[in-house]
């Protein structure tokens, strides 16, 4: 009888869950009704679609449904038997190209009068099917009314960096197609490799696709690899991934790089420099070795923006529009990308060719020379029917006329451009560079910044600056990918998954029906979709979020562990230290806190029934100051708050060093001045500031240390001052700055950090003010006993 209710309750739970719908993007309308409809393994398709548009549509169902749901289709005619019939039939919305999608108990109908919607139509369906393969193969019976917000919705993939193969680029458009994404933008030159085959120029892959060696770890590198990388698709190839693209609705912009970022093309054809003589290696970083040749132009083996960029030349003109006639005729999207991002202009500066021009030209400096290159590029493309899409710096100097901008240092140059009335793609770096840690513990290398799945879920297109009229130039938004610190497709997956996800429903979704508690419990089911897909992703989304508070007596610390999403999940705190055993502590909570009191390891886990999602370390380093009441004369800069003034004895010693900036306070334009009160008159003796020293990125060692003691917080005297920094690891550029002293007496503690100043010449930043960086406080002191 036991057996019988558990078999029943298993079922009825079964049966609710596969009944869930779970579609991302939302769809616009969605009714579901009660009860399912059964699948089979062999399903009949009628239609009564446009043969042109049958064509389009049907060979991609019949492969992926035996692909993903292992159900083979067969063709029928419409009406007769068939288990899903596609209707050409006109849908209620004005202008908006719109699907319906009905599951009934006698079968699915998909209606629509345009291809388009009915692929996507397609996609949901399969988003209705069961994502585990040893459930009931059923659907729940629902009417959707669908369509998208915005007609660009994409995704965009550096294949310079680092070069991927054609089954991968095929495997990413495939992602775009599940994600309802219809742009692919494909960025194929820059400096570390020219991508594309390009007849007339033949060196420009036999020698710009290749380097000899790639920069170990974040830039600027601890090393060289001294690897071959490299590769490129021929004509052919770029032919096959368009194709493949479009059978999916997806349209490949290729982006051609001018004037900047073009050392691969330099490295081939050095006419195309300003000054063709001059080396490419003297911008190598110091601390890596270059591998190979070291004379004339190379194809760059580190990351960054190099002054070797395109001279505006007839030479370069004639050169350009050679590839580019090479090249649209193997696109049919109505845009190339060309481009138009930071191009530095140093050589133009100093080449007399360029003044001349600038000056024959009647331009006003090297911006209006930037603006001359793009604008005749432009009459080139538009007189072959073609538009140009380019980078916002394409603002600077004066727009081309009828160009596109790609908004992505921000907001502001796609705010600009759609004032001035020119199409708009926002892809602004913050949220949507898909290159920046999803997590707060990554511990792979990426570029930096944070953009968790929520912070992309959270943005929205259309800045509020604009209105009606000006929004209407926003075209969508598309997600960047660039690969400096992604080598192979499983680190690709990894950093888009699952932010493609929150990508798409923005995109895709109406304004109204995007709610992130909503998206959040769909959620789940897509990332089971990607394993389904055998596709890498990142688990950030159940990251457990990790504070650290003052108690309210000064005595330890609280850590605080929440977790950021809806499942029924609990958290676990367990602690390794010496002379205990687990003191597990558990909490059913969305959050849970414990307080600290000694040296240890401390582990919190995120747990579903008894698998683990998330684990979080952290190792706790108790001190005289730990924990204690603290005070800073001046804040920290608001970019890097840490956690405040706490931040500086929360009894966490930052050991990943730039890439966990929030265990730092920065200070840019002061000294860091900190005043601890001990609690209570102590004896001290030592005590140590821990800072970083990363003066690639304008970090720098303190100028100097210096404590001051008080027994009352308002007379100080001095204790100690050094100016020694102490490298501790060379890696993350930690150190520490030591005082030691005669044991003193003193309840308060003023720690005065002081700033390196101005950044010194042949330096990166030279000339600005520095970033200081303090993290750790530690105090130390000999106990009553060791004194006697
Ligand atoms: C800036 S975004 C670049 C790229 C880099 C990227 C790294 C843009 C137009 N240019 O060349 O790869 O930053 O996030």
Known sequence: MRLLICIVLLLSTCIVECQEINIIPRPVEVTKKEGSYLLKDRMTVGNDFPANDWAKLFPYFKTEMKKLFDITITEVTKGKDADIEFNNRRMPTSGKPAYQLTVSKSGITIASNFDEPAFNAIQTLFQLMPVDAEVKREIPLVAIFDYARFNYRGMHLDVSRHFFPVDFVKRYIDYLAYHKLNTFHWHLTDDQGWRIEIKKYPKLTSVGAWRNGTIIGRYPGNGNDGKKHGGFYTQEQIKEVVKYAKERFITVIPEIEMPGHASAAIAAYPE???????????????????????????????????????????????????????????????????????????????????????????????????????????????????????????????????????????????????????????????????????????????????????????????????DEEQAKYILGAQANVWTEYMDNPKKVEYMIFPRMAALSEILWSSKENRNWDDFAKRLPVQIKRYEKWGANYSKAYFDLKATVWPTADYDG????????????????????????????????????????????????????????????????????????????????????????????????????????????????????????????????????????????????????????????????????????????????????????????????????????????????????????????????????????
């Open 272 to 466: 195309l420099s300003c000054f063709p003589d001059e080396p490419t290696i003297k911008y190598f970083p110091k601390q890596c070795k270059w591998y190979g040749d070291t004379t004339g132009k190379q194809v760059q083996q580190t990351w960054g923006v190099f002054d070797d960029v395109f001279t505006p030349s007839e030479y370069t003109f004639n050169f350009l529009q050679n590839v580019l006639d090479e090249v649209i005729p193997l696109f049919p999207s109505t845009y190339i990308h060309i481009g138009g991002d930071e191009c530095p202009k140093e050589n133009w500066k100093r080449s007399a060719f360029c003044q001349q021009l600038i000056k024959d030209k009647g331009l006003k400096d090297e911006h209006g020379l930037q603006s001359y290159f793009i604008q005749r590029i432009e009459k080139y493309l538009n007189s072959k029917g073609k538009k140009i899409i380019g980078w916002d710096e394409i603002l600077e100097g004066g727009l081309a006329p009828n160009a596109t901008v790609m908004s992505w240092r921000g907001e502001q140059g796609g705010i600009d451009a759609a004032k001035q009335k020119h199409d708009v793609i926002m892809t602004p770096g913050n949220p949507v560079y898909f290159d920046h840690s999803q997590s707060e513990n990554e511990d792979s290398v990426t570029i930096g910044g944070y953009n968790p799945i929520e912070k992309v879920y959270a943005y929205e297109p259309v800045p509020k600056e604009l």
């Open 557 to 788: 610390v609280i850590w605080k562990l929440e977790n950021k999403n809806n499942a029924d999940d609990i958290i676990i705190f367990k602690s390794v230290k010496k002379g205990s055993s687990d003191d597990g502590l558990i909490s059913n909570k969305k959050e849970c806190a414990r307080t600290i009191k000694s040296d240890g390891i401390y582990f919190g886990y995120l747990q579903a029934k008894t698998v683990v999602k998330s684990q979080v370390a952290q190792q706790f380093h108790f001190n005289k100051a730990t924990g204690k009441k603290i005070t800073l004369t001046n804040p920290p800069s608001k970019n890097y708050p840490g956690d405040g003034a706490f931040t500086l004895v929360n009894g966490i010693i930052n050991e990943k060093g730039y890439a966990r900036t929030k265990e730092f306070l920065g200070f840019k334009d002061n000294d860091c001045e900190a005043v601890i009160d001990l609690g209570e008159s102590q004896l001290v003796s030592f005590v140590v500031v821990n800072t970083l020293n990363r003066t690639t990125s304008w970090i720098w060692r303190p100028q100097s240390a210096e404590v001051f003691g008080s027994g009352d917080g308002q007379t100080w005297y001095p204790l100690k001052q050094t100016d020694d920094f102490e490298e501790k690891d060379k890696l993350t550029g930690k150190g520490t700055m030591t005082m030691a002293f005669k044991a003193t007496y003193a309840q308060y503690l003023k720690v005065v950090v002081r700033n390196w100043g101005i950044i010194p010449e042949g330096n990166a930043g030279a000339g600005n003010k520095a970033w200081l960086f303090v993290d750790e406080i530690e105090v130390e002191g000999p106990s009553e006993k060791d004194l006697k």
